[in-house]
């Protein structure tokens, strides 16, 4: 995925003294040099609300001025995600925190998100969950009731933990169940903290097509 090409089409949406915010994911040092870079080649001056601490050092390194969330709503926000509908809901799976994640996108009064995949008639049902380390299997025994679920581990077989400690629990939707239903209900289950299936709350998509190396933008 060409960074750099993203980090200059959302560039372009910043404006002067916009609050702007960029969801976890593996590679956001390398997408954050970009965007400081041409910020400053632009002479705009913006600030970022970091969704870790990771972030957080990474800015503080770029000397870039930080400001929490408890001050200032987001006025532009990014998020790399897995698939995109139709009508802009969302998947994301690489995250460090969907709690962050989820109020950084509630948040934003411009979130984009990237994909590398053009819009999709139905969302996958492949959905990830952050919950709560405390009786961890009950959590995935309920979830059951969704559909297949179970906590996700690295390849050495250790259980993988978000930023603030929780562990990833990963869920294969059943077929006969909405996922606006289970958006809205699975919460309900004790242990659930949030969920990576983001509904109704992108007003932007960046599809980047590496075949042709360029990015197709759509808007609500």
Same mark, same amino acid.
């Given at each position: 995925?060409?960074? =750099?090409?993203?980090?200059?089409?959302?560039?372009?949406? /910043?404006?002067?003294?916009?609050? /702007?915010?960029?969801?976890?994911?593996?590679?956001?040092?390398?997408?954050?040099?970009?965007?400081? =870079?041409?910020?400053?080649?632009?002479?705009?001056?913006?600030?970022?609300? #970091?969704?870790?601490?990771?972030?957080?050092?990474?800015?503080?390194?770029?000397?870039?001025?930080?400001?929490?969330?408890?001050?200032?709503?987001?006025?532009?926000?990014?998020?790399?995600?897995?698939?995109?509908? *139709?009508?802009?809901?969302?998947?994301?799976?690489?995250?460090? *925190?969907?709690? @962050?994640?989820?109020?950084?996108?509630? *948040?934003?009064?411009?979130?984009?998100?990237? %994909?590398?995949?053009?819009?999709?008639?139905?969302? +996958?049902?492949?959905?990830?969950?952050?919950? %709560?380390?405390?009786?961890?299997? &009950?959590?995935?025994?309920?979830?059951?009731?969704?559909?297949?679920? @179970?906590?996700?581990?690295?390849?050495?077989?250790?259980?993988?933990? !978000?930023?603030?400690?929780?562990?990833?629990? @990963?869920?294969t939707l059943d077929h006969n169940i909405s996922l606006e239903?289970?958006?809205?209900?699975? &919460?309900?289950? #004790?242990?659930?903290?949030?969920?990576?299936?983001? /509904?109704?709350?992108? =007003?932007?998509?960046?599809?980047? +097509? =590496?075949?042709?190396?360029?990015?197709? !933008?759509?808007? @609500?």
């Amino acid at each position: 995925m060409n960074l =750099e090409l993203i980090a200059i089409n959302f560039v372009k949406l /910043i404006k002067n003294n916009n609050i /702007i915010a960029v969801g976890g994911f593996e590679k956001e040092k390398i997408f954050l040099e970009y965007i400081v =870079e041409k910020v400053k080649n632009l002479d705009l001056k913006v600030y970022f609300v #970091p969704t870790s601490s990771r972030q957080a050092k990474i800015l503080h390194d770029l000397s870039q001025d930080m400001i929490s969330l408890n001050d200032k709503e987001i006025d532009l926000a990014i998020e790399f995600v897995d698939h995109v509908d *139709s009508f802009f809901n969302f998947i994301k799976k690489d995250t460090f *925190s969907f709690i @962050r994640d989820k109020m950084i996108a509630q *948040s934003a009064l411009n979130l984009v998100v990237v %994909s590398t995949k053009d819009l999709v008639e139905n969302l +996958d049902t492949d959905i990830y969950l952050e919950i %709560s380390t405390f009786a961890w299997q &009950r959590t995935v025994l309920n979830l059951q009731s969704y559909g297949l679920a @179970r906590v996700v581990k690295d390849l050495d077989g250790d259980f993988i933990k !978000t930023e603030i400690g929780h562990y990833l629990a @990963r869920l294969t939707l059943d077929h006969n169940i909405s996922l606006e239903d289970f958006e809205s209900s699975v &919460r309900n289950i #004790p242990g659930v903290l949030e969920t990576g299936l983001f /509904i109704g709350l992108a =007003e932007t998509v960046f599809i980047y +097509d =590496e075949k042709q190396d360029k990015i197709i !933008t759509k808007t @609500r």
